[in-house]
């Protein structure tokens, strides 16, 4: 039997768009998904809800010269309807807003083209977005684009946002406050009442669900299944990284309790205000975000539900591979003839580890707009092409968009980063051949010891158990231990009167390193900083020569690093971060925010031989919330003088 053909149907109040496997209405000319038809089912999407409120796009904006990561939300509302394509092959429709001067201050200055494209035999739709904003418009700032689909409480409990990572969920209602206690920071509720007694003690907290960048290319929701209806999927499948501000290791949010999926495009999280879009005066702006996909799936008779998980992962594979999309009508959507091609080598060369260049095993290779080293962390105004080197250290990124950009990478197992300030120009169908590329990592002379593995992440140190109150079921022995609630408490439980002392050789960073520097709580409820020690013994000491101290840190939140050697009342310290970072990763239960690296001069004269005391001291515990206060280390290393092999 033929496939029905796409069929679109259009009112003064909504539009329909219509293969036959599923019907999606639209509001017009708003351009809100108001309703999901799909095997029976008159809508997936949740009916109590306002019709503006089940199906959109939003945008965060704040007036230029603010701070901070919030400001006004904002649904994106069109106010004309167009149809773009429509055959028996596909229908593309758009749901514009065009800004105009008498809209200062009360919407961001944007021109919003908002697509929604339906292919025949499609088992889901596909959404994209063109933004622009003009160069005389005023300038302002943006943290957030996403999009988000709230689906129906009553069907939707089990989510899945990883192999390892999918559960039976709360319901909405057990958030509320005669059902839930908030916690701090709010965005967590301990369950006390829930309808479903099994959830009891548990807390829910959107942020534990949040995924990399890299990672993050399928998640959502299966039914209930019943005697009348089948399980069904519903997924947002995410397919490029491209329209993705700061690059793939940035934590976006997925799925969470509502029953929510989002597609996120633009977000603060774990990254604070440094990675907020700020236009400047007279700087024009444009940037396609998505196609994303909305994939629906539904169990055969007797199909055991979570092959549904199964089904989308194959499904979501199937998208990557069809990147770039031929079908999107707008022309700000390059193709795959419009785009371009790098490919190398990346070798790594550290003449203290070996005289021959090592393969980067396990490097991440990039491009992002031109900048500096590690600028792509922040950048979010242009698109960026990541992918992993081969076991030979060869890479090859596909499907450039035409533009201008410069090449980055990094290794895990070396600090710092590879950086090239040659601006590479992607033409439509230009292959670039960068040849070998050699990253040599900072160096100045021998390890004399090293805490921890450099991998940008605090996961190989000391995570504690949580405390038996704050018990998130699906992190219980589970290798994303650090996602439980409250952890940051622990350190005061394990140190209530002294901090960590660390010594190298005996100590093992796994167990005797915690893996966040956080504030301590005092009996009057104050916070006081901390100071970790390093104690090292040390068999010689060359007093003329300068040693090299080398900390990176995974994460940091309005937070001072201070260094002292030998003597903790030195002052100044021997070197200090000032205060930096507001990525909130500690309180959002995430391993690593932004990656910072420090390379420190130690003169010889403050070394002696034997055993010498490295103090750390995080001291900053003033702020609004200052039991978030901290730094998570990614790794430490003391080198000796070594001008011989450095000559």
Known sequence: MASQAVQLRVSDSHVVMDNGILQVYLSNPGG??????????????????????????????????????????????????NVITENEEMVEISFTSVWDPSLEGKRSAL???????????????????????????????????????????????????????????????????????????????????????????????????????????????????SETDPAMGFWVIIPSNEFRSGGPVKQNLT??????????????????EDIVLKLQPNEPWKKVFGPTFVYLNTSLDGENPLELWEDAKSQMNEEVESWPYEFPASEDFQKASQRGRVCG????????????YMLAQGAYVGLAPPGEAGSWQRECKGYQFWTRVDEEGYFSINNIRSGDYNLYAWVPGFIGEYWNNVVLTITPGCEINVGDIIYEPPRDGPTLWEIGFPDRSAAGFYVPDPNPMYINKLYVNHPDKFRQYGLWERYADLYPNEDLIYTVGVSDYSK??????????????????????IKFNLDDVEANAIYKLRVALASANVSELQVRINDQNQDPPLFTTGVIGKDNAIARHGIHGLYWLFNIDVPGLLLGKGVNTLFLSQAQATGLLPLFQGVMHDYIRLEGPDPISFS
């Open 111 to 225: 021109n919003i083209d908002k697509r929604y494209v339906m292919l025949r035999n499609s088992s889901g739709f596909y959404s994209y977005a063109i933004f622009e904003h003009l160069k005389e418009w005023p300038n302002f700032n943006i943290p957030q684009i996403r999009i988000v689909y709230k689906l129906r409480k009553d069907k939707f409990h089990y989510m899945a946002v990883a192999d390892n990572r999918q559960r039976f969920m709360p319901l909405p209602d057990d958030r509320l406050p005669n059902r839930g206690k908030e916690l701090v920071p709010p965005e967590a509720v301990l369950l006390v009442n829930p309808v479903e007694p099994e959830f009891k003690g548990e807390v829910d907290d959107k942020y534990q669900y949040s995924n990399e960048n890299k990672d993050l290319k399928v998640h959502g929701w299966i039914s209930s299944q």
């Open 345 to 356: 080598k990346l070798l790594v060369r550290d003449r203290c580890i070996s005289d021959e």
């Open 512 to 533: 005797d390193w915690f893996f966040a520097q956080v504030t301590r709580k005092k009996e009057d409820g104050s916070y006081q900083g901390t100071t970790w020690q």
């Open 255 to 272: 799925s969470h309790v509502g029953p929510i999926s989002l597609a996120m495009f633009l977000s603060a999280h774990y990254a604070g």
């Open 32 to 81: 809100f998904v108001t309703r999901i038809q799909y095997n029976g089912i008159d809508n997936l999407l949740e009916a109590l809800n306002e019709s503006g409120d089940r199906g959109y796009w939003d945008v965060v904006w704040s007036e230029a010269g603010s701070t901070g990561t919030v400001g006004t939300f904002e649904r994106i509302v069109g106010t004309s309807f």
